[in-house]
């Protein structure tokens, strides 16, 4: 595994990696690592090619950036997290669009969005969001030409390689493909807030 590790003041570090299906097991190597006592940190924060490691306390910072890129996450083997269900009616405005560009019919994108299990990898864009990872990859989706100026709450959209439902209405490029009405992706009054945390599995039903 490659890796860069940037130190963020004292008590905080950015890992990068140079393949993004490795920042799952790097993630889990790192709480794995918390809760055994091995490390002494607050938070492990994926992103895309990414973890954020903060509240660092009594880590040696430069001994943690020449270990970490020759850390082997081919031995890890993270815990599954909670299965999450999550009830869509299946008519989006870009269904047509996505199963052009998977040359396939729009049953066979439904079905193959239903059949998949998917991972939520990391949180951004607007609290709740998870970008949802477990597509295979030759069904990555581009982007609409002209992004909406207001994409409804509950939208469930393909964009590259991810799924993910938008929490609340705001703008946005991804190909809508159908809406989750029941579903609340952000409560402040929840614990955790997030219905989607990063690990967390995710199916959606019809």
């Known amino acids: 595994m490659t890796t ?24 889990a190597r790192l709480r794995a690592a918390r809760e055994e006592g091995e490390l002494a940190c607050e938070e492990v924060v994926p992103a895309a090619r990414t973890v954020m490691v903060s509240g660092l306390s009594a880590v ?6 020449q ?19 999550i009830p869509v009616t299946f008519d ?33 864009f607007a609290p709740g ?8 990859e030759s069904r990555t989706v581009a982007r609409r030409p002209q992004p909406r100026p207001s994409v409804p709450a509950g939208a469930l959209a393909l ?14 490029g991804w190909q809508i493909i159908g809406v989750a009405r029941e579903a609340v992706l952000w409560d402040p009054a929840r614990r955790p807030p997030a219905l989607l945390e990063p690990g967390a599995r995710v199916r959606f039903v019809q």
Do not use: C, K, N
């Open 4 to 27: 860069r590790v940037l130190p963020l003041g004292a008590h905080a570090v950015v890992i990068e990696v140079d393949d993004p299906r490795q920042v799952a097991d790097l993630a």
């Open 60 to 65: 040696d910072l430069s001994q943690l950036m």
């Open 67 to 85: 270990d970490a890129p020759a850390w082997d996450l081919a031995h890890t083997d993270p815990e599954p997290g909670p299965l999450v269900e």
């Open 92 to 124: 989006g405005p870009d269904l047509s669009a996505v199963a052009a560009q998977w040359a396939v019919s729009v049953p066979h994108v439904i079905d193959t969005v239903i059949a998949t299990e998917f991972t939520a990898a990391f949180s951004g």
């Open 129 to 136: 969001f998870a970008y949802l990872t477990g597509l295979p």
């Open 159 to 172: 964009a590259g390689p991810y799924a993910g439902v938008y929490p609340r209405s705001s703008p946005g």
